[in-house]
């Protein structure tokens, strides 16, 4: 009896029912300070105005110092140190010498840029006496952002001993914009978890290069609930709010600073070559008018199926287009902007700040969102571009609307498939974080961005990649062929994608059940 009386004191062994997943609403924005991003190597990886590194030493100084340091170990005898002035709350970023990356990005928040300054300092790798220096005044930062800079390194003789050549991009805040919850604007959520059904997995090919990549600064303000979940031996899967069909429009910015949908590079006038940039909104409307690719052409469409025929025809503005558009439909925005230091007679002349280009855009859907009145008002909207100081400013100036990253890892001028948008829109971005999965991924995740879109045959290449991104605390879309991408989401394993885009339209799956 006693016995029984003792088994029936053990409690219950049963676990709990799960808790719900943690849903994080929106993101980390720009409220006051400005976001400067100074990336240390040439611009784009076909440039050819510099044949150099971004930090160049004369050879004298190389030799005489390496000469001095024989018994050093390190193949890498000098640094680099950036250091930003007085009033910024940033650690300084080191870099070694010669430089192993590409680019090496140094990111920081600042509240003033007129007291902003620079200073890039050579160092022996082991001491403290400054072999030269370099600074950048407050007037390069007032300057139209991602401009090529090249400034001498002095030394304590005022004798010049090298050069560093590096970008400033300047990410300003975008006034009025507030984290909503339920309220006049649609804010997505997402969330990581880890499935039921997951195991530990010791497979070292699952080690993928952005893992541990040296590149991601210190110096991002991320969301706490987005830090790296790499380290987990198990597969994550992540969560959002978007789901369903969002039509897929094509928006770049007027030389008036006016957004308008157009899905090519050059406009349709035989007699000149000219961008959507080289015009005004009011030359973009008549020549629309003129070719009857107007705002009548919304009009005519009776279902969803005929958005991918009039789409790519349309050409009208963002603000007329998002009045005409039913609201319950939801849109991506594809913002295709040319970068001010792409120098190509190719490629359109007259060149636009991005970050004035996305206050723009923001600008014009809030000022039209109301007019649609109540709920109406509450469309769903995310963004995507291949431009990753695009990608930059739409994350960081609002908190409500996700953001994608596109890629096509350097396949320029490779056809992917897409007749629509126009290819060479998409290959303008030539960057670093443009030239491979690892580099675009690392960008996504530096800037807490929502997920990132690859060419579908590229992953189809690799399948394990998709899982891998995932892990990183990516949604995985791809767009290209509908062949390669009817493999990708059809498929019934971790290889499955998050997304894909198709006939102008973006389709978000909803994969919380598929594991």
């Known amino acids: 009896m006693q016995v029984d009386s003792e088994t029936e004191a053990i409690p219950s062994l049963s676990l709990p029912p799960p808790i719900m997943p943690h849903r994080v609403y929106g993101h980390n924005y720009l409220d006051k300070n400005y976001l400067i991003t100074v990336?240390?190597?040439?611009?784009?990886?076909?440039?050819?105005r510099v044949g150099r590194r971004g930090v160049s030493l004369h050879s004298h100084l190389s030799d005489s110092v390496l000469a001095r340091s024989p018994y050093l170990p390190s193949p890498n005898r000098l640094k680099m140190v950036i250091t930003a002035g007085a009033g910024v709350n940033a650690a300084p970023y080191t870099m070694s010498l010669p430089q192993k990356n590409v680019q090496d990005s140094f990111v920081f928040q600042t509240a003033?840029?007129?007291?902003?300054?620079?200073?890039?300092?050579?160092?022996?790798?082991?001491?403290t006496k400054t072999i030269g220096r370099a600074v950048a005044h407050p007037s390069i930062f007032q300057s139209p952002s991602d401009q090529f800079i090249v400034l001498p390194i002095l030394d304590h003789r005022l004798h010049c001993i090298g050069e560093v050549s590096f970008c400033a991009t300047?990410?300003?805040?975008?006034q009025g914009v507030t984290l909503e919850v339920g309220g006049a604007v649609e804010t997505y959520w997402k969330s990581l978890t880890l499935p039921q059904s997951g195991v530990f997995n010791p497979n070292p090919r699952t080690t993928l290069p952005w893992r541990h990549s040296p590149k991601s600064p210190d110096s991002i303000h991320t969301s706490p609930s987005i830090q790296s979940t790499s380290g987990s031996p198990m597969h994550t899967v992540t969560l959002s709010s978007l789901s369903g069909n969002y039509l897929h429009a094509v928006m770049q910015v007027t030389r008036d600073l006016h957004p308008v949908l157009y899905y090519d590079l050059l406009l349709p006038e035989t007699s000149f070559d000219l961008g959507v940039a080289d015009v005004t909104l009011a030359q973009f409307e008549a020549l629309a008018k003129k070719l009857d690719r107007e705002e009548q052409l919304i009009h005519r469409v009776i279902s969803i199926q005929e958005w991918n025929k009039v789409l790519p025809r349309l050409m009208v503005s963002l603000s007329r287009f998002m009045q005409l558009l039913p609201a319950h439909l939801g849109l991506t925005l594809e913002v295709a902007l040319s970068p001010i230091n792409r120098a190509?007679?190719?490629?359109?002349?007259?060149?636009l700040d991005p970050d004035v280009c996305v206050d723009t855009i923001l600008r014009a859907i809030r000022q039209t969102s109301p007019s649609l009145g109540g709920a109406l008002a509450r469309r769903r909207i995310a963004f995507t571009s291949f431009s990753p100081q695009?990608?930059?400013?739409l994350n960081w100036k609002q908190p409500n609307y996700p953001v994608f990253f596109s890629s096509r890892c350097g396949q320029i001028g490779v056809d992917a498939g897409t007749a629509v948008p126009s290819l060479a829109l998409r290959d303008m971005g030539e960057d670093y974080y443009s030239s491979s999965v690892a580099a675009g991924v690392e960008f996504a995740k530096m800037n807490n961005l929502l997920g990132i879109f690859f060419d579908s045959g590229l992953l189809l290449q690799v399948p394990s990649l998709v899982q891998g991104i995932r892990d990183a605390g990516l949604l995985v879309g791809v767009h290209g062929d509908s062949s390669t991408s009817n493999v990708m989401v059809l498929s019934s394993d971790n290889t499955q994608v998050d997304a894909y885009i198709r006939d102008c339209t973006v389709t978000y799956l909803d994969n919380s059940g598929s594991d």
């Open 39 to 48: 990336t240390v190597g040439l611009p784009t990886l076909s440039d050819t």
């Open 112 to 127: 003033d840029l007129n007291t902003l300054y620079l200073e890039f300092s050579i160092y022996p790798n082991f001491g």
């Open 170 to 174: 300047v990410t300003s805040p975008f």
């Open 344 to 351: 190509t007679n190719q490629y359109i002349k007259h060149r």
């Open 390 to 393: 695009v990608c930059t400013a």
